[in-house]
């Protein structure tokens, strides 16, 4: 039988997630840098399960087209955040860090598999987790976006 990926195959006309527990968890690591030309590759599926205590890389973009699929090369790092709780990341969320908006879930690269996810995060300025004055124990949440 052959295995077909609904995303792949463009079988969603919008995403199917109605609604999901937040995801939520503290900064581990504050990461300071910039790279023009990064070439990370966001895999096609809009969504990744994350199991608790995990860790997992943050990573900024300001480009626009970043999404699902696309190659994104102007980044600036974040962090790692540790998730509290098992559950699902999905394109679209709302990401904060201590209540303030960073930006909204991009994509998922998968790099450095099965060490961490890299998030990709979609925002409007560009700043490392330094120049965001972020600290280890710092709270990061991802919430699901409904549009509607």
């Known amino acids: 039988m052959m295995k077909i990926d609904p995303y792949k195959a463009g079988k969603f006309k919008s995403s199917p997630y109605a609604k999901k527990s937040d995801v939520r968890g ?8 910039k790279i023009d030309d ?17 860790v997992h890389e943050l990573i ?3 480009e626009a087209t970043a999404h699902p699929g696309a190659i994104v090369n102007r ?7 540790t998730a509290e709780q098992s559950g699902v990341l ?5 990401v904060t860090l201590n209540g303030q908006v960073v930006g909204h879930l991009a994509g998922f690269d998968e790099t450095h598999m099965p060490n961490h996810l890299n998030i990709v995060i979609k925002t409007t300025e560009l700043k490392t987790g330094l120049e965001l004055s972020a600290n ?12 509607g």
């Open 26 to 33: 503290p900064l581990v690591v504050v990461l300071d840098g």
């Open 38 to 54: 990064r070439g990370l590759s966001l895999i096609v599926p809009i969504s990744r399960c994350i199991k608790k205590d995990e």
């Open 60 to 62: 900024l973009t300001d």
């Open 75 to 81: 980044i600036a790092y974040l962090g790692f955040f």
């Open 90 to 94: 999905v394109e679209g969320d709302k």
């Open 136 to 147: 280890p124990g710092d709270q990061i949440v991802f919430q699901l976006q409904v549009k």
